[in-house]
């Protein structure tokens, strides 16, 4: 595994979100409106091309490749790449996660461009959102640590709307870790998720090191 | 669980296929450029301006809510807002299902959009995945069914690039079936998958019925 340093400042990267957040954000609202749209053929022809003249200025100038996982030398984290809480990637709902204790959570709204069953999110997607907040719970204690295994029990089927998501640490054996997480909507949970995470043979104790999958330099995002 | 009657001709399907595939494949690239970009920040507030522009263009008409899963009268299934095959979803790669036997397999290509670790592929997008894949396996023989369990090992990790889906049904207990799969690059598998999944109570033979998660309707897109 990889990782990118970004020798920048707090000051460029809070410079930098408020750049990309909005049109990230943009994009988002694209993706549901490209979805749901009942406009005339024509118009949808020429949203089209002024999407494609919009592709080319922006690739005008870019990195070769994906984005990376990037950390500054202060070990900021900035996954902004990641499909479930990267801040550039608009498939990402994105996931803003926050930590109590050993307990990580996270509170979305999931629209049309999560659907699998009609007006229900799609059991992937719910398997993604729970592989992300899982693997953050797994690495609150500052080791990171990559997915070994993900087993998740469908209770009942997840509507599109506010949701939230938990996950913390329930054991530990060696260099595993195990954890269980919730998928909920207001009325109870809907997904179960229960993971087992592993600690790179070749940790040393520093971050960021390479062979991480999920960091807790994830929680900056 | 819904579904939506669409009472169109398969003329009509490829009409509006025609039309939304490539609108959706700009999006896609949109996605993988707005990750990407270096440009000036101010191009990338131009750009922002003009997406919100097409965003007003595109919501002058459109459905209420999420676009649900249609079929025509002959049951040909347009899941085209789903978030794995959607045609009209950005989100999805789109995978392209395809059955030889029992077994249903999807070769596809993922990009920085789908990443997690650098330059891999995030754990949920391929735990995403496979419960697409699993769920249409599940459904090979015309009894649709939804997802009860699906639990996930991680073999190695999954580079971006070129990858192969594949499952198939291993068991059968009454209204459970047992569904096994796997992810795999050029070098073999990275991710193996295991699911139960479960015929509706009420399954009474026609397609389609309420109560469907996964269709071999599905198998269409």
């Known amino acids: 595994m990889q990782f990118t340093l970004e020798d920048i400042s707090d000051d460029e990267i809070a410079r930098r979100r408020a750049i990309y957040e909005p049109l990230t954000d943009s994009v ?8 749901r749209t009942e406009v005339p053929d024509d118009v949808v022809a020429v949203a089209r091309e002024r999407i494609d003249d919009i592709v ?4 005008a100038k870019q990195i070769d490749g994906p984005y990376g996982v990037r950390y500054t030398p202060d070990f900021v984290g900035m996954p902004w ?9 608009a498939i990402a709902p994105p996931l803003r996660t926050f930590h109590d204790g050993h307990e990580v959570s ?4 999931l629209g049309a461009a999560y659907e699998g069953p009609g007006d229900h999110v799609h059991g992937g997607v719910a398997a993604m959102i729970l592989d992300q907040v899982l693997g953050e719970a797994a690495s609150v204690d500052n080791v990171p640590c990559y997915t070994g295994t993900i087993s998740l029990r469908y209770v009942r089927p997840t509507p599109l709307g506010p949701l939230t998501a938990r996950a913390s640490i329930v054991g530990r054996d060696g260099r595993k870790k195990t954890v269980r997480g919730t998928l909920a909507d207001a009325e109870g949970v809907t997904v179960e998720a229960e993971g087992v995470f592993i600690v790179p043979r070749d940790w040393t104790g520093r971050m960021p ?4 999958d999920h960091s807790s330099a994830h929680t900056q995002d």
Chains 1, 2 share one sequence.
């Open 28 to 35: 988002r609202r694209l993706i549901d409106a490209v979805i």
């Open 81 to 89: 790449g990641n499909s479930v809480v990267g801040v550039r990637n």
């Open 209 to 212: 090191r390479a062979s991480k």
């Open 106 to 109: 996270a509170e979305f709204t």
């Open 56 to 59: 080319d200025t922006l690739r």
